[in-house]
């Protein structure tokens, strides 16, 4: 078995914590960049749609790169393993800028939505590549300190995002939300570039490219069903229908292939692993959980307070707040102890709380109060989004945190597209039928979609009396779909009491002789079937 070249990972010196430092500054800027990409864009695209005569493809500018940033997750990791990640991490970052550039550019819809997809597939290496750089040079005894920031950086750009994508479209013009990515990437790139060594994995398996076509066939098809579902097609025509049955059997067939190639994009065995188990359901979970109920809160303080796009991203700072403090603070609890099952029981916990008590609001609840409900939210998946991160990575082979942290992000995508679909559809359907109670039926002739697109702006050009009902009727299609949202956090709660703790580890996998101690004795893996055994050189 082969042993990693002299250069190894930086240790818990005076002389690598500067060189650690640069490189989590770079992963973080990378991270942030990805992350907003995928909410600076909606404040800013009536305008692009306007500008560039799109409207009928407004949806596939946030559909592109969606569908190509989770396609792209599973590869980035698993290749990751198998050759090294430095420089998948560097061609990412180009991808990255690349995308942003012709973005800006763009003089059609079709250039703009090609664009975007170049975009989700560098995007998809900084989210992959961040996450597990990260475990390569920090061992997972300090990792939960170095991991809850960059996990926090989510809660930021959720809000941080539309607003800074309204102020450059306002202040300067959309074209900015794309060019903004540049500067800030082209750092991220040097600094990337001059401060990560790792080893650069030679490995002659043969890459699994049956297994990468078709996930991205069952990707696609779960993105699209989720996407149109309910909107642009019935959930019972003959569109939706036949993608979900195209999508079940692509499903199969990958199921079938990665259990016959040696070495697969998304290994079988894993599934074998309690802990990746555990943690790839809270992720499906509390994905569907937690976003499904964010994508509508701006909405909701936009149409029943008559806030204004940017008045609603402020009042989410309470969340973001809450989320950085505990985010930071369990991951100071995790390095300084070691123990990390009991934060995604209490974080559930706490995220069940503020949920529920956001069901109870009124037209009438202050706006402080609500605020301190979206805090008790924010607080509790702080505690936690990380946290189940650092578990599956210390709970795999070394070999394969790229696939398995990879593979955990992927379902999480997976429960944030089915609860968005899942909540979008429900809503619609209620305020659909509140509005034509109350008004004739008029506002939900519209179509597809025609009562939830209603905005702020059409509001106000309603009568007072016929405002007030809309007011109304998205008051109660919406705050009681919180309260759906309390038992998926629960059942969170219930999953992660089968988390087990392990012993978090005080090496890694690139450290002087990690290599034999990594050949199928780490964690819970089991080691038949495990990976070919990589050569590295220094890169």
Not at 170 to 177: E, G, I, K
Not at 233 to 253: F, H, K, P
Not at 326 to 355: C, D, E, N, Q, W
């Amino acid at each position: 078995m082969s042993t990693p070249a002299p250069l190894s990972a930086p240790r818990d010196t005076a002389e690598a914590k500067p060189r650690i430092g640069w490189i989590f500054t770079s992963l973080m800027l990378v991270m942030l960049l990805a992350s907003l990409d995928q909410t600076i864009v909606g404040t800013a695209l009536p305008t692009i749609v306007g500008e560039l005569d799109g409207l009928e493809h407004m949806s596939w500018t946030i559909t592109a790169y969606t569908l190509a940033l989770t396609i792209a997750m599973p590869v980035y990791g698993k290749l990751g393993d198998l050759v090294g990640r430095k420089n998948l991490f560097l061609v990412a970052i180009a991808l990255f800028l690349l995308g942003s550039a012709l973005c800006g550019l763009s003089q059609d819809m079709l250039w703009l939505i090609l664009s975007r997809g170049v975009q989700g597939l560098g995007g998809a290496g900084l989210m992959i590549m961040s996450q597990t750089i990260i475990a390569d040079v920090v061992p997972a005894k300090d990792r939960a300190k170095y991991m809850a920031p960059i996990g926090a950086v989510f809660g930021v750009s959720s809000v941080a995002g539309p607003l800074l994508g309204g102020w450059l479209t306002d202040s300067a013009h959309w074209r900015w939300v794309f060019w903004i990515n540049l500067p800030l990437g082209i750092v991220a790139l040097v600094v990337a570039a001059v401060t990560i060594r790792l080893p650069q994995r030679r490995n002659t398996a043969k890459i699994d490219y049956a297994g990468m076509v078709l996930l991205a066939l069952a990707i696609t098809g779960l993105v699209l069903v989720t996407s149109w579902g309910g909107s642009q097609y019935d959930w019972t025509s003959a569109t939706i229908l036949g993608l979900a049955a195209a999508t079940l059997v692509a499903a199969v067939a990958f199921v079938l292939v990665e259990r016959a190639v040696p070495e697969p994009i998304l290994p079988m065995r894993l599934f074998r692993n309690r802990t990746f188990v555990v943690t790839t359901l809270l992720g499906l979970v509390v994905g569907a959980g937690m976003m499904g109920a964010l994508a509508y809160l701006p909405t909701y303080l936009q149409m029943s307070y008559g806030v204004d796009a940017t008045g609603s991203g402020l009042l989410l700072i309470p969340m973001v707040v809450a989320l950085l403090v505990t985010s930071i603070g369990s991951g100071a609890v995790v390095t300084r102890t070691g123990r990390y099952k009991f934060l995604p029981v209490v974080g559930t916990l706490v995220a069940a709380g503020g949920m529920y008590a956001m069901s109870t609001m009124t037209l009438d609840t202050p706006l402080w109060q609500l605020c301190l409900y979206v805090a008790v939210l924010g607080a509790g998946l702080g505690l936690f989004m990380q946290i189940i991160v650092l578990a599956v990575q210390n709970a795999v082979d070394p070999r394969e945190i790229g696939t398995a942290t990879s593979a955990n992000n992927l379902f999480r995508e997976f429960g944030v597209t089915i609860g968005i679909a899942v909540l979008g559809t429900l809503f619609s359907s209620r305020l659909t039928e509140r509005l034509g109670g109350a008004l004739g039926g008029d506002v939900a002739a519209g179509g597809h979609g025609g009562a939830s697109s209603l905005t702020p702006a059409a509001l106000e050009q309603l009568p007072p009396q016929v405002a007030d009902l809309v007011v109304n009727a998205y008051a109660t299609a919406l705050v009681p779909m919180f309260a759906w949202m309390v038992p998926m956090f629960l059942l969170g709660t219930v999953i992660a009491f089968f988390l087990p703790e392990i012993p978090l580890s005080s090496t890694t996998a690139l450290n002087e002789g990690e290599a034999e101690a990594a050949g199928g004795q780490h964690g819970e893996v089991p080691a038949q079937g495990s990976p070919a055994t990589p050569t590295t050189v220094a890169e």
